[in-house]
């Protein structure tokens, strides 16, 4: 199945394009305005919107548009296919709502049939649609002050929820998080969950595939797609509840099915499984940032915080890692260091820890064969902690051969220095559970992985 022009088409007709600001057709053409894209606004009321001749449908359009955005009412779009049919327009995203999700089954089957008539693939309908960062393609019909787009990265997210995708996107715009694509993918009237995720494993910009579902429309379509797709899948379902599924029903249609079924078969295909949003959140910000994998599953801890130094080695047992033995390296460290902080783990550096204390037990801490990661804690409360540890930690994490994830809680100074450790690539974490659940999810999905080679450093 060709997707290549719901991100590259330079051609484009917006049926139902609307003079009216806020209106969905109206919201559209403006996102869409200003970027390498020819327009061409379809609605039979109007000569002009925005600037641009409208066209009373698309078979006037003297150009050959490669994909139509339709925002009409339900009804009217069966007509509407026949005649990007006889206009050779072979793509369309359907944005309106009223179909099966609504109860509406013969329309949706009206609908069905047209697009196969008219050899039509469709994304949608009652869906957002599609955006894609790096070629600006966006039929997204929520405004950019409400809804902020991310900036050009390598996270591609698919959602049968418009809803929940656009909060998604809104959040990773603020959070910094760099996307490649997004769909939603609505009601899936010809394309469904696996089609778009074939569509981004041989995506180039892609590197993580986040996906967001509440029915998988073809389970065994589904799982030869995961299983030979060689990129990180990290997934979450909705309508795992009686009265979550009754939800999913009235929201786009689907059976939500057994939530035991469907977690068995996603661990059979290697996916990563988020069980809220705010794992999605976390795991898709490790996979991004991480340069290295993890080769086992025991962790060295460096804090200067004896109680947060023990939260996360609860936090670590609790996801079913384990504590590294502290190794020669590390105890080598008591020649230099004074003898109040403990080289064990975790590694407790003291409150009165400077750079250079962090900078050493950091340097042993990697050279300590008798682990496979470190949790650094740098509660920057402390007046000797300074914006120098940012530089240290980067140089480090840049020819590290094990993975490195940060925790920092605070106000205005550590969220300063978060961000700038997240700037340089660092993965860094507000509390120590998110940082051990994400690095535990990393982990597991390293060792599990087919592809799985680690080189350990000696």
């Known amino acids: 199945m060709n997707l290549e022009p719901f991100f590259h088409a330079k051609k484009i ?3 139902g394009a609307s003079r009216t600001p806020g209106k969905i057709g109206n919201t559209i053409m403006k996102q869409l305005m200003g970027r390498d894209f020819e327009l061409y606004p379809v609605n039979p009321k109007a000569d002009k919107i925005l600037g641009m001749k409208s066209y009373e449908s698309v078979i006037q359009i003297p150009a050959k548009p490669e994909l139509a955005i339709i925002a009409t009412p339900a009804e009217t779009i069966p007509a509407i296919l026949d005649q990007c049919g006889k206009k050779d327009i072979r793509h369309v995203v359907i944005i309106s709502a009223g179909f099966k999700e ?10 069905q049939d ?7 693939t469709c994304i949608g309908p009652n869906c957002l649609g599609i955006f894609d960062a790096h070629t600006h393609m966006d039929t997204l019909f929520l405004p950019k002050e409400r809804l902020q787009r991310p900036q050009p990265g390598t996270i591609s997210f698919i959602t049968q929820s418009g809803a929940t ?4 996107l809104d959040l990773a715009a603020h959070e910094n998080y760099g996307f490649a694509k997004f769909a939603s993918y609505g009601n899936a009237a010809n394309v469904d969950e696996s089609d778009i995720h074939e569509y981004f494993s041989k995506d180039p910009d892609t590197k993580i595939i986040c996906i967001y579902v509440e029915q998988v429309q073809n389970g065994k379509k589904f799982l030869e797609t995961a299983k030979k797709c060689k990129k990180p899948i990290v997934i979450i379902k909705g309508g795992i509840t009686e009265a979550g599924a ?3 029903k009235s929201h ?3 059976l939500a099915g057994s939530a035991d079924v469907y977690y068995g078969a996603f661990k059979q295909a290697n996916l990563i ?3 809220k949003m705010e794992e999605l959140f976390e795991f898709a910000k490790l996979l991004e940032k991480m340069k290295v994998k993890a080769c086992g599953d025991k962790v060295q801890i460096i804090t200067n915080g004896g109680g947060y130094g023990i939260l996360t080695a609860d936090a670590t047992v609790h996801y079913g890692l384990k504590l590294a033995q502290a190794g020669r390296p590390i105890k080598a460290l008591q020649k230099i260091f004074p003898p109040t902080v403990i080289l064990d783990n975790p590694i407790d550096v003291l409150g009165d820890a400077t750079t250079e204390r962090y900078k050493l037990a950091l340097e042993a801490a990697l050279k ?5 990661s470190i949790i650094l804690v740098a509660l920057t409360q402390t007046p000797l902690l300074d914006e120098s540890l940012v530089q240290v930690v980067r140089e480090y994490y840049a020819k590290a051969h094990k993975p490195i994830v940060l925790v920092t809680t605070g106000s205005d100074y550590a969220i300063k220095l978060k961000k700038q450790f997240e700037a340089t690539g660092i993965p860094c974490f507000t509390f120590p559970e998110n940082a051990v659940r994400a690095l535990a999810a990393y982990t597991h999905y390293c060792m599990e992985s087919p592809q799985h080679i680690c080189i350990r450093a000696v």
């Open 13 to 15: 007709a917006i049926i």
């Open 102 to 111: 609504t109860g509406n089954t013969k329309l949706e089957k009206d609908l």
């Open 114 to 120: 047209k697009l196969k008539g008219n050899k039509i």
């Open 165 to 168: 995708g656009s909060a998604v």
């Open 246 to 248: 009754k939800a999913a």
């Open 252 to 254: 786009t249609g689907a």
């Open 273 to 275: 499984i988020a069980h």
């Open 368 to 372: 300590d064969t008798n682990n496979d």
